[in-house]
């Protein structure tokens, strides 16, 4: 075709245009090879250069990067990528997804006690924004520990960093084997112990369990061996439990008293938002939940979460708190208060607090 062009008598300027673009074609195939240039893929991405024309018959690259190549790649992106399997925990989902951050072991454990107002203080302090905690009780210490710390960690809310991870199970502070194995998780776990007073929770205690057993015993059946001689049943589970004492001192084996604080169950209803503060100060979280958030429920005779902006109603916890006691004989409970007293007093000296339960 070159050869009929120069020959040809009758070049047009669109022939010149032609022959000119031919001749630059052809030395640059001849100075270059082309396949590489049609293959290499866009961006380091293999399967992009796909997207590129290809000589008829050629497949799509597929052979990885020399190293050399690696390490130019790798400084041109920063931060570098971390392969998912090298991870120990969940890797974060793109920003502005709903499961974005990471599941991680809890750095703050409510502990105790049953029906001492630990849903309470969970759903109180879950409004903070530094705060996510896990909605059910795990039993993961108590009942599930064979089942390994990926297990529990999986049971986990996702945190974004800076914040604390929490959940509570009320019958770890009374399980002689969960200090122990909080400890092997973290020794720098913080333990919140919600207390009240031991008669008051032992009935309270007994009014729970009577609404899922009707044909339960009588409450003075089971607190006590001996009414008349005022011998008290300490095996039974709700009389056992307020012996706060015995319990806190299985905990002080493994963590110090700092690590421990006490939230008390009836300031928790009377002042709501000063208990609040102590938890977040011993949280070292900021005093985000205050008075504001909180009103006297009359009906219910404890503290409701004020409405949100982004919710129609105020949030009071379920049907099963505040019920009313069973009403219990005056006599019964003054011989309770008689045996828990020593061991009130001696609680009080560990903790370095009054509650005034007499």
Request: hydrophobic content about 35%; some cysteine.
């Amino acid at each position: 075709m070159a050869c009929a062009l120069l020959f040809n008598r009758r070049l047009t300027k669109t022939s010149v245009c032609l022959l000119s673009l031919l001749l630059s074609f052809v030395g640059y195939c001849t100075l270059f090879h082309a396949d590489p240039l049609m293959m290499l893929p866009v961006s380091g991405d293999p399967a992009r250069g796909c997207n590129r024309r290809l000589p008829a018959g050629a497949a799509c690259a597929s052979t990885p990067p020399s190293a050399a190549e690696a390490s130019r790649a790798n400084a041109a992106e920063w931060p570098p990528s971390v392969p998912l399997h090298a991870r120990s925990d969940t890797p974060s989902p793109p920003m502005g997804h709903p499961k974005f951050g990471n599941k991680k072991l809890p750095n703050a454990i409510i502990v105790g006690v049953k029906k001492g107002g630990t849903r309470a203080v969970l759903e109180f302090i879950r409004i903070h924004p530094d705060v996510r905690a896990a909605g059910t009780e795990t039993h993961f210490f108590d009942r599930n520990y064979d089942r390994g710390f990926e297990w529990y960690r999986g049971l986990m809310p996702r945190t974004l960093e800076g914040q604390l991870t929490m959940e509570k199970t009320p019958s770890y502070f009374v399980t002689k084997e969960t200090p122990h194995r909080i400890a092997a998780m973290s020794r720098d776990a913080k333990l919140i112990v919600v207390v009240r007073d031991p008669v008051t929770r032992a009935i309270s205690d007994y009014t729970q369990t009577l609404s899922k057993t009707p044909d339960l015993p009588s409450f003075q059946e089971l607190a006590f061996r001996n009414q008349s001689s005022g011998l008290v049943d300490a095996s039974w589970n709700a009389i056992r439990i307020g012996l706060y004492a015995l319990h806190l001192e299985n905990w002080l084996r493994y963590f110090p008293l700092a690590q421990i604080h006490f939230v008390s169950g009836e300031r928790l209803i009377t002042d709501p938002a000063g208990e609040l503060a102590r938890v977040q100060d011993f949280l070292g979280l900021k005093r985000i939940v205050t008075d504001k958030h909180f009103y006297f429920n009359r009906t219910k005779g404890f503290p409701c979460l004020k409405k949100p902006e982004s919710s129609g109603s105020p949030r009071c916890l379920g049907k099963s708190k505040g019920r009313t006691h069973v009403q219990i004989d005056r006599d019964a409970i003054e011989q309770l208060r008689d045996f828990y007293r020593p061991f009130n007093v001696k609680f009080y000296e560990m903790v370095g607090h009054d509650f005034k339960w007499e």
